[in-house]
């Protein structure tokens, strides 16, 4: 009686090794699948990131170009100014005579 005692703790705690067993086992899928689902969404991320980093290289790239456009325009505008303040002079000079 005693082996059947003994036979049947042991069937008991198999039993409860192959449950347990099971239950990592669905954990270890669910673990993989998030995992999976992480590693999409961090791909989708690094994309993002590195479309952001293209679209700011682009806009640091216009900026610096920008003061030169900028002081382009500033001098044409100051040739044009001095341009129209001379021909005001010649005005009031043949006003004069």
Same mark, same amino acid.
């Given at each position: ?5 003994? #036979?049947?703790? /042991? ?17 270890? #899928? !669910? ?8 590693? !999409?969404?961090? !791909?989708?991320? *690094? ?5 952001? %980093?293209? !679209? ?14 900028? %002081?382009?325009?500033?001098?044409? %505008?100051? *040739?044009? /100014? ?5 021909? /005001? ?7 004069? %005579?």
């Amino acid at each position: 009686m005693e082996h059947h005692d003994l #036979l049947a703790r /042991i069937e008991a705690k198999i039993s409860r090794l192959g449950e347990e067993r099971r239950d990592f086992e669905q954990q270890l #899928l !669910k673990a993989r699948e998030e995992l999976a689902s992480l590693y !999409k969404i961090n !791909k989708e991320l *690094q994309v993002q990131v590195d479309e952001l %980093t293209e !679209k700011s290289r682009s806009l640091e790239q216009a900026g610096s170009l920008q003061p030169v456009a900028e %002081t382009e325009f500033r001098y044409a %505008t100051r *040739q044009r /100014i001095n341009e129209l303040v001379r021909e /005001i002079d010649e005005c009031i000079a043949l006003l004069n %005579t």
